[in-house]
Every structure is written in structure tokens, then in C-alpha cells.
């Protein structure tokens, strides 16, 4: 069975930093891109930055230049550095692994942590 645990989350003042981890544990062979998405109370949930097995990365154009994803295969863990939040950045935050267990392949969703920029 796999597990994701996410941390990093909270609250922080316009224009700080957070740093967002989502680790997976359990039955792993591999695992192939890795990504966050957010969901914004009363909006749909959007794709924010992914990052290929490969090291090939994308975001999405509100966060580019401000958010970074990275990945450690050794640990089973995905990253995203948020700098220079703003206000429209609050939401709650989700990991999402592609993961290949035993049994074949799928995607895993961390619980979610919520992110609040707030003066």
C-alpha cells in the first residue's frame, strides 16, 4: 500500500516563502512524474507546477519565475518552493504521484495542505 504525507503548509505574509514536501511511502517500485496542484475555494482545481522522471519541469504561467518543483527519487519525494506569494496564492496545496507498484501503475494524491497569504 502507498502513502503520501505532505507538510508545509500555513500561513504566511505577502511576499514570503514557503517550501511545500509531499514524501511516499510503502510498496514502490518507481515512480514517474510527480506534481502539485492547488484548489482555491470556490475554483477548480489547477495543475501548478510537474515534474518528469527525466527532470523536465512546467508550470503554470501564474507561478512561473515564483514557484520551483524539484524531486528526490532516493527519498520518494516531491518539492515545491514558493517565493514571493501573493494573496490569489491561497488554496489548498496537492501532491500527485505517478507510482509504479506492484500491481502496475497509477496515480497517488497526498491529503492536501492549505497555503494562506495574508497580511
Known amino acids: 500500500q502507498v502513502q503520501l504525507v505532505e507538510s508545509g503548509g500555513g500561513l504566511v505574509q505577502p511576499g514570503g516563502s514557503l517550501r511545500l514536501s509531499c514524501e511516499a511511502s510503502?510498496?514502490?517500485?518507481?515512480?514517474?512524474?510527480m506534481g502539485w496542484y492547488r484548489q482555491a475555494p470556490g475554483k477548480q482545481r489547477e495543475l501548478v507546477a510537474v515534474?518528469?522522471?527525466?527532470?523536465?519541469?512546467d508550470y503554470l504561467d501564474a507561478v512561473k519565475g515564483r514557484f520551483a518543483i524539484s524531486r528526490d527519487d532516493a527519498k520518494k519525494a516531491v518539492y515545491l518552493q514558493m517565493n514571493s506569494l501573493k494573496a490569489e496564492d491561497t488554496a489548498v496545496y496537492y501532491c500527485?504521484?505517478?507510482?509504479?507498484?506492484?500491481?502496475?501503475?497509477?496515480?497517488?494524491w497526498g491529503q492536501g495542505t492549505q497555503v494562506t497569504v495574508s497580511s
Open positions: 500527485v504521484l505517478e507510482i509504479v507498484d506492484g500491481l502496475g501503475y497509477g496515480d497517488y
Open positions: 515534474i518528469s522522471s527525466g527532470g523536465s519541469k
Open positions: 510503502g510498496s514502490i517500485r518507481s515512480i514517474n512524474g
